[in-house]
């Protein structure tokens, strides 16, 4: 760590040497001393490049995901902020990290492929060499039909490398954007919370008791194990070498094979050199580290205080933990980049909140929301069952997709909640921001807003640009700081500076549904 000292040190001093801006300053004097400072002297890709070179993935349950947390923490002490905080939450399961990963083809010639190792399973003990042998998945099969399926390869597999299910990618997406203004416009409008049309559902077709594509995988790994098969191969389905290798949702090392996560490219090669009877030899060494003791996980937050309505609080942050294949840069240090520079921006212009301003950096979001989930339960309950601290939770600002500017917010609660923000965020319409709509909606999802919303209280969402997130760097190998736009990230930490400290220094906190219009909970 000493190699960034030098880049603290600088930021502890100014920390300490701010003059407090005086009374009375217009909101238009305040907004434009943090557009000053965010855009002409940003930090925000100082705090990204520790977060995703010198600590890199940051997997629920790993020592280095504590790590980057308790950095992030005494980052933001020396610059003045207070109260910092491990609060933690049963994880549950073992912790795990992989270490080295290398394959080859060695037959019928010798070159390098490339993939990714499935979280939460063994590796090889040594490199293993071994003939490759394609397994069909057959298409929602019921448990007799893939009964019958595994029977008829009995004897075939022990000591084998499996390849498993064809490699079809999908179809190409389209890659990098931005909204159309006028389309952004119409959606984040106070009022038109409903306007967005739902999903379409498409009935899955096959047989009603077919088994969903985690019985299958999980009775193929048991039936693999039983065969004594070396290594299973999995194609990644995405195209121009992108990877997104997730985890073995058991947890449980001893119900899995080593597995990998391939390019579609180098598993179509393989597989069609099998298809025409040529035998493929290959080697793969996984090497992984398991944590079995660390079952406890933490979030970690920390303050700014308030003064005459210190007991109510703003939160702002989002998730430091990310997937394995690559350093989590747009999923989610993006996130936590920009909430650390929003706070470093309003304590270097010594602005002083009457509410308390509090860092959350949130982890097990990966998983299931499951760290925020467990925050909110043990400090705030719920609209039917509340805590003590319930109705002085003031609003939680979450980003969480990807590199793209600020366009929009959507929070939960009644029109008027959105009416706030709409007048607040006005003022950033010259950087791209249209306003606020609200939602009504209760479902947990998508990002740990939603576990705020769930309870009834305002999580508030920011809306950005999509680039290239959800088509090029989301959980995949890509997701690293090279696709970070350095201008967007700058934006939406002035934007988020902003909205934080105008909830924290309003008169009232944002409206909440009446008791007798809240929306039914899950």
């Known amino acids: 760590m000493h190699r960034f000292k030098g880049i603290v040190l600088p930021l502890l001093l100014a920390a300490v040497i701010w003059t407090t801006p005086a009374a009375g300053q217009s909101t238009e004097d305040i907004h434009r001393m943090i557009r000053q400072e965010g855009l002409e002297n940003s930090q925000v890709m100082d705090h990204l490049q520790v977060l995703t070179d010198y600590f890199g993935a940051r997997l629920t349950g790993s020592p280095t995901l504590e790590a980057s947390g308790e950095w992030a923490l005494n980052r933001m002490e020396s610059w003045g902020l207070q109260n910092a905080r491990k609060d933690e939450w049963d994880w549950g399961r073992p912790g795990w990290e992989n270490v080295r990963f290398s394959a080859h083809?060695?037959?019928?010639?010798?070159?390098?492929?490339?993939?990714?190792?499935?979280?939460?399973?063994?590796?090889?003990?040594?490199?293993?060499?071994?003939?490759?042998?394609?397994?069909?998945?057959?298409?929602?099969?019921?448990?007799?039909?893939?009964?019958?399926?595994?029977?008829?390869?009995?004897?075939?597999?022990?000591?084998?490398?499996?390849?498993?299910?064809?490699?079809?990618?999908?179809?190409?997406?389209?890659?990098?954007?931005?909204?159309?203004?006028?389309?952004?416009?119409?959606?984040?409008?106070?009022?038109?919370?409903?306007?967005?049309?739902?999903?379409?559902?498409?009935?899955?077709?096959?047989?009603?008791?077919?088994?969903?594509?985690?019985?299958?995988?999980?009775?193929?790994?048991?039936?693999?194990?039983?065969?004594?098969?070396?290594?299973?191969?999995?194609?990644?389905?995405?195209?121009?070498?992108?990877?997104?290798?997730?985890?073995?949702?058991?947890?449980?090392?001893?119900?899995?094979?080593?597995?990998?996560?391939?390019?579609?490219?180098?598993?179509?090669?393989?597989?069609?050199?099998?298809?025409?009877?040529?035998?493929?030899?290959?080697?793969?060494?996984?090497?992984?580290?398991v944590y079995p003791e660390r079952t406890t996980e933490y979030n970690y937050t920390i303050d700014i205080p308030g003064t005459d309505l210190a007991h109510e609080v703003i939160y702002l942050g989002g998730h430091i933990d990310s997937w394995h294949s690559a350093t989590g840069a747009t999923d989610n240090a993006s996130g936590v980049s920009v909430m650390m520079e929003a706070v470093r921006i309003l304590q270097e212009l010594g602005l002083q909140p009457r509410r308390t301003i509090r860092v959350a950096f949130w982890t097990g979001e990966e998983q299931g929301l499951l760290g925020s989930q467990a925050y909110v339960a043990k400090h705030y309950g719920t609209f039917e069952e509340p805590t003590q601290n319930y109705q002085n939770f003031g609003g939680y600002l979450n980003l969480d997709s990807g590199t793209g500017r600020i366009r929009g917010l959507s929070v939960f609660g009644p029109v008027e909640t959105a009416q706030v923000l709409h007048e607040i965020v006005q003022p950033f319409a010259d950087l791209g921001v249209v306003g606020a709509r609200e939602t009504a909606s209760r479902r947990l999802g998508g990002s740990d807003h939603t576990a705020f919303n769930r309870a009834g209280l305002p999580g508030i969402s920011l809306g950005q640009d999509p680039i290239d997130y959800f088509t090029t760097t989301w959980h995949t190998n890509r997701d690293t700081y090279d696709h970070i736009l350095p201008d967007d990230m700058k934006q939406a930490a002035v934007v988020s500076a902003a909205v934080a400290y105008e909830l924290a220094t309003r008169d009232e906190l944002l409206p909440r549904f009446a008791p007798d219009a809240m929306p039914e909970g899950p």
Request: net charge negative; aromatic share 4%; hydrophobic share 40%.
């Open 105 to 289: 083809m060695v037959s019928p010639a010798n070159d390098a492929l490339i993939g990714e190792v499935l979280a939460w399973t063994p590796g090889t003990d040594g490199p293993v060499r071994a003939e490759a042998v394609q397994v069909a998945v057959p298409e929602r099969p019921t448990d007799e039909v893939l009964a019958a399926h595994l029977d008829g390869l009995r004897g075939s597999l022990t000591g084998k490398i499996i390849l498993l299910g064809d490699g079809t990618p999908a179809p190409t997406r389209e890659m990098a954007r931005r909204h159309d203004d006028e389309e952004i416009a119409e959606r984040f409008q106070p009022g038109v919370a409903d306007a967005t049309p739902a999903r379409p559902y498409t009935a899955p077709t096959g047989p009603e008791n077919a088994l969903s594509a985690r019985e299958v995988r999980s009775r193929i790994d048991e039936f693999l194990i039983s065969e004594g098969a070396a290594v299973v191969i999995t194609p990644s389905r995405m195209e121009h070498g992108l990877i997104r290798a997730f985890a073995n949702y058991t947890f449980d090392l001893e119900r899995s094979l080593p597995s990998v996560v391939m390019r579609t490219e180098d598993y179509q090669r393989i597989s069609r050199l099998l298809a025409n009877d040529v035998a493929v030899e290959l080697e793969i060494d996984i090497r992984n580290n």
